[in-house]
C-alpha cells in the first residue's frame, strides 16, 4: 500500500510506466524472475497513477504481462 504514495502515484491502485505505455495492478505487484519492477518505474519517474484500468486503457496503457495477466 505504501507505494501508492510514492513517486506521483496519489494513493491511486493502477501505476502506468510512461516509458513502456504499460499498466500494473500495485494490489498484484510480482516479484522475484517475473517482476513489474515498480521501485525502478518510480526512481526513472516514470510513474503516472490511473483510478481504473479502464482510465489507462483509454490514455493507450497495455496491460502488464505479469500482474494484470
Do not use: W
Not at 9 to 14: K, L, S, V
Amino acid at each position: 500500500m505504501a507505494r501508492r504514495y510514492n513517486g506521483h502515484m496519489n494513493g491511486e491502485q493502477y501505476l502506468g510506466n510512461k516509458a513502456k505505455k504499460q499498466v500494473h495492478d500495485l494490489d498484484n505487484e510480482k516479484t522475484g524472475a517475473n517482476e513489474c519492477q515498480i521501485d525502478e518505474i518510480i526512481r526513472a519517474g516514470n510513474d503516472t497513477p490511473f483510478s481504473s484500468l479502464a482510465a489507462a486503457h483509454g490514455a493507450g496503457y497495455a496491460d502488464c504481462d505479469y500482474c494484470l495477466k
